[in-house]
Nanobody, 124 residues
Framework: QVQLVESGGGLVQAGDFLRLSCEVS????????IGWFRQAPGKKHEFVAS????????LYGHSMKGRFAISRDVAKNTFDLHVKTLRPEDTAVYYC?????????????????WGQGTQITVSS
């Protein structure tokens, strides 16, 4: 089982920038895709972005492209989510997850390994 650890969350002000990192214990094995999801209080998980293991292809959730950017840092073996111009509605726990499905077709149910999440709280 792949272990994933998120970091980089915190309390920020609207308009700020954050970089979240997802450190993966090993891989890829049969894992092909790393995804970022978020869950706001009282809401379901929302897809943010995903990337294939070598970092060459990405996919973004509805209205996520533009302020969110997903990338792979090969040297650190992390999969990062860059978030700019943060808004109060971005407040959520952000999770990274791994899937054996290809990045072009992976859906929430395809992600089988999950990190513990990192909290982003955006004040207005």
């Amino acid at each position: 089982q792949v272990q994933l650890v998120e970091s980089g969350g915190g309390l920020v002000q609207a308009g700020d920038f954050l970089r979240l990192s997802c450190e993966v214990s090993e891989g890829p094995g049969d894992r092909k895709t790393i995804g970022w999801f978020r869950q706001a209080p009282g809401k379901k998980h929302e897809f943010v972005a995903s990337i294939n293991w070598n970092g060459g292809r990405t996919l973004y959730g509805h209205s996520m492209k533009g302020r969110f950017a997903i990338s792979r840092d090969v040297a650190k073996n992390t999969f990062d989510l860059h978030v700019k111009t943060l808004r109060p509605e971005d407040t959520a726990v952000y999770y990274c997850a791994a899937s054996a499905a290809d990045v072009s077709i992976a859906t929430y149910s395809d992600f089988t390994d999950w990190g513990q999440g990192t909290q982003i709280t955006v004040s207005s």
